[in-house]
């Protein structure tokens, strides 16, 4: 899986968690308004997260050097 | 000011803004009031404003009406304080008790004057009963004494008898007859007999001694139980003693001192005779007396448990009516002596529900007005209130225990509810520990009903508090876990194969130059080989660093958006020009640019070293990059951010100041020549509060202002951005922390192949788990999440110098005594 294939999935993970808190916790628009930016905020996070660590892998400079012991 | 009509695309966010208020005018007629106020405290949904400042709080309206409310809560307290002693517990009922305040405040004095008189009544039968008990412990005592003195005086008589009868022998004294003339002689002993403490007791003969020098003789009895003293009614252990003296100096003397040593005297026969009369007679009234004390304690045994079975309605009846009277002294009486004015603060959504209740008290009250409802304008600033739930208070509180926001300011907590969390995972990825963390959330929640009625302990209290923001850490935590693919330090290979293999089939090399990247790059966190590699660490930090660099940009600059929200809300367009838009070229030309760079490394693979940029990027800004060139027109678009970093300083200091005296000279020129508009609301709230437009300005004090802010937000920049490496020490530590305890605790018992020990080394290993990893650590990165999020976030936009909206409620009364 790539990277954009990835983040494809995040996306869709935050658009269907947008969509749950909305059909499960409909209480008006403002209050919906909270709900859907603490989704995002949560996706965003969680997908840079993933992103930095995935990009940070993919081209290495360093390679693991097993130790003595293995 | 913040009266702008919220339309646009789309509807207010809840919690981003504070709940709009106004200052409201309440006039109530004095015959309902009481009723009005109760209601009120009902709905807790206005805060009244305290009117009468100025007066002391004897000269309000309400004083006496308070001072009886003072002295009824005095007798209630009585009363809890009677019923601890008796072991009777004020049982909770909810029952609402048709009692007005005066009934009960009758009631209550003769409950008192009643159980006082009970008291007196009961330490006085109670104090003559312990008398009883140790009069006839003396009588018993030293009816012994005398008893074993007569049958050995008798015996002594029998033998001397028959020591005569045998006819007298060489040995019997000459002067023996004299010897028995001179005892007849001798003057009546006299003697007294009483209990003295048993610590006293060796003293106390030493002192009887030498003040008679020697002239007493003193036996003492230890009395097994302990006795109730009649004077000071504590148990204490005693002794009876018998003292014999010889004349009426000696009787005074050891009157004195058995006052001194409080060894109490009873009167006492001689004759056995008489004694036996007097055992029975203290006996019978023993019981006499112990048959009053009892019915006379189930008496009030049942008074107690009748005040038990109400106490709460009463206590909070009193409460209740002492808030509605301390409100009631806030409020200013009308000239007619009608009418009552009230001044607080409301939610603008409450204006119909606190309408209601006035409706409602004036018809309960058979008032003939309605009471008058009207809003103020004022330009004072009103409180903060933002309507929270159980889930976002505890993270309101978070914002609250740095500043109470100011009134309608941006609030952090729409973010901070995810970025609290998810920063302090980033310090605590591990999803082992995060699961036990998320248990422990979860207890606090379940049993939460439970617990929040029990009294719990400060710690414990502070952790339920916060039980959800310890579910959302804990959850995160289990996210940045899997990413950092860590199980209480162990790695699986959970999303697929590890992307490295050894270069060749022997595997020769893989300790000296290492594995190669074979595969596509791990999915998802970072690859387990890592784990135990020479090459870990290196790897994990500089990783760590760029990640919290990356996180830390991103953060300030949603810091910085949200000065804009509150630029654009405020209407202050001085500040989207000359505060926003600089601040934000600034940190991106500079650590923006960072940013990119450390993308770009990691997309491209390239060997450029970023500090050296970074920092020649300031040194030698026209000089070739050479080798370390990541794109192509890098150095004229590092020329380009330098410059523009150059010029936002001098964007966000001068302008600005010039820009506000501008302003206020046009504002003051309009208004020395335009009249006051609607001349009588105005004049009535200038003459009630202060108003804040005419302030004198000082551009000296303005500049220097903003040369703080400049200098605060470009140094900031720079120290703020390493301050967020802060995420890799900590996560560094804590990776590092739990892979010791399983290397070096776990799996060195476990090397052993020894049972016991590797008990004691999964012991060792859960105690420091626990103890170290799940209770230390989450406090320490608790701690710096909070002052990410406090300095690092918030002074980008927060100014939180407002105040909290606190409405007269009577469910909140427990909170203040």
């Known amino acids: 899986m790539g990277f954009s294939v990835t983040t494809l999935i995040f ?9 749950c808190t909305r059909i499960c916790f409909n209480r008006g628009p403002s209050a919906n308004l909270f709900h859907l930016t603490l989704v995002l905020t949560a996706t965003i996070c969680c997908w840079m997260m993933w992103a930095i660590v995935y990009l940070a892998q993919m081209k290495p400079l ?3 050097i097993l130790s003595e012991g293995e | 000011m913040g009266e702008v009509a919220r339309g646009g695309c789309c509807p207010p966010m809840d919690l981003f803004r504070s709940e709009p208020m106004q200052l409201v005018q309440l006039i109530i007629p004095i015959e309902s009031a009481h009723r009005t106020v109760s209601y009120l405290g009902d709905l807790a949904l206005l805060q009244f404003k305290d009117l009468n400042a100025d007066k002391s709080p004897f000269q309000r309206t309400y004083a006496t009406q308070i001072k009886r409310c003072g002295e009824m809560a005095r007798r209630l307290r009585f009363f809890k304080e009677q019923m601890l002693r ?3 517990l004020p049982k909770y009922s909810t029952t609402p008790i048709g009692v007005n305040i005066d009934d009960l405040e009758v009631k209550l004095t003769e409950i008192e004057s009643e159980l006082t008189e009970m008291n007196a009544n009961g330490e006085k039968l109670q104090r003559s ?7 006839k412990l003396v009588l018993q005592k030293a009816g012994e004494f005398f008893h074993t003195a007569q049958s050995r005086a008798l015996e002594q008589q029998r033998e001397y008898e028959s020591r005569q009868l045998s006819g007298e022998s060489m040995e019997t004294p000459l002067l023996q007859d004299q010897e028995l003339l001179g005892d007849t002689k001798q003057v009546k002993l006299g003697f007294l007999a009483g209990l003295v403490p048993r610590e006293k007791s060796m003293v106390f003969e030493r002192i009887l001694f030498r003040a008679t020098r020697g002239n007493v003789f003193l036996r003492q009895a230890t009395v097994e139980e302990p006795v109730i003293d009649p004077v000071s009614g504590d148990k204490t252990e005693k002794n009876v003693f018998v003292v014999f003296y010889a004349g009426e100096k000696a009787k005074a003397k050891i009157l004195k001192i058995c006052d001194a040593f409080g060894a109490n005297r009873y009167p006492f026969a001689e004759e056995l005779g008489k004694q036996a009369q007097m055992i029975r007679e203290v006996s019978g009234r023993l019981v006499e007396l112990k048959t009053t004390i009892d019915a006379g304690l189930v008496h009030r045994d049942n008074l107690l448990n009748s005040i038990g079975a109400q106490f709460e309605q009463w206590d909070a009846l009193v409460r209740k009516e002492k808030s509605i009277n301390h409100t009631l002294n806030m409020l200013s009486l009308d000239v007619t002596k009608k009418c009552l004015v009230a001044e607080g603060w409301s939610p603008v959504f409450a204006t119909k529900q606190i309408q209601d209740a006035l409706q409602r008290a004036a018809l309960d009250s058979n008032s003939q007005v309605n009471a008058i409802f009207q809003v103020l304008h004022t330009r004072e600033l009103p409180p903060t209130y933002f309507r929270t739930n159980k889930f976002t208070s505890s993270y309101q509180g978070i914002i609250d225990s740095y500043g109470v926001a100011k009134y309608q300011e941006a609030n952090p907590t729409v973010y901070t509810v995810v970025t609290f969390p998810f920063l302090f995972a980033v310090m605590f990825g591990d999803w082992g520990h995060g699961i036990c963390l998320l248990l422990a959330a979860l207890y606090f929640i379940i049993r939460e009903k439970k617990l929040s009625s029990q009294k719990l302990d400060d710690i414990t209290e502070m952790t339920f508090g916060g039980r959800y923001v310890i579910l959302l850490m804990a959850l995160f935590s289990i996210y940045t876990g899997f990413i950092y693919n860590e199980f209480f330090s162990v790695p699986f290979e959970i999303f697929g194969p590890s992307a490295y293999e050894c270069r060749d089939l022997s595997c020769r090399d893989a300790t000296t130059v290492g594995l190669i990247k074979v595969r596509d790059t791990y999915p998802f966190g ?9 090459s870990e660490l290196p790897f994990l930090n500089s990783l760590k660093m760029k990640m919290s660099i990356l996180l830390g940009v991103a953060q300030m600059n949603l810091g910085i958006i949200m000065s804009y929200f509150n630029a654009k809300f405020f209407r202050n367009c001085v500040n989207v020009w000359f505060q926003f838009i600089p601040q934000m070229i600034f940190l991106n030309s500079l650590f923006g640019y960072l940013s990119l760079l450390i993308i770009v490394k990691w997309c491209t693979g390239s060997q450029a070293d970023l500090y050296h940029i970074l920092i020649y990027m300031f040194l030698s800004p026209t000089d070739d990059l050479g080798e370390n060139q990541l794109f192509v027109g890098q150095k004229n678009l590092q020329l380009v951010l330098l410059l523009l970093a150059f010029v936002s300083v001098p964007w966000m200091l001068i302008p600005k100041p010039f820009i506000l005296k501008k302003q206020h000279e046009a504002r003051h020129g309009v208004e020395s020549y335009t ?6 609301e105005s004049l009535q709230v200038e003459s009630n509060h202060d108003s804040h437009g005419h302030e004198e300005f000082e551009f000296s004090e303005v500049f220097v202002h903003q040369l703080i802010h400049t200098i605060e ?7 703020n951005t390493a301050s967020y490496l802060r995420l890799w020490a900590l996560s560094l530590a ?12 776990l799996m060195m018992a476990w090397g052993y192949n020894n049972v016991i020990i590797l008990i004691v080394g999964l012991i060792v290993f859960i105690f420091a788990t626990v103890g170290v990893l799940l209770v230390m650590e989450t406090l320490s990165a608790f701690l710096h999440a909070l002052r990410l999020h406090w300095v690092e976030f918030q002074n980008k936009f927060y100014e939180g110098d407002g105040y909290k909206f606190h409405p007269f409620s009577f469910s909140l009364q427990d909170d203040e005594e």
């Open chain 2, 526 to 534: 970072v690859d387990p080989v890592w784990h135990g590699t020479r």
């Open chain 2, 129 to 135: 009963h312990n008398e009883l008990v140790e009069y």
């Open chain 1, 62 to 64: 360093i390679v693991p």
């Open chain 1, 11 to 19: 996306v869709g993970i935050g658009i269907v968690a947008s969509l």
């Open chain 2, 713 to 719: 937000f470009v140094l900031g920049a720079v120290s």
């Open chain 2, 675 to 680: 009249p006051l508009e609607n001349t009588d």
């Open chain 2, 86 to 88: 008796a072991g009777v």
């Open chain 2, 734 to 745: 804590h990776s590092e922390l739990s892979s010791v305890f399983y290397e070096k605790v």
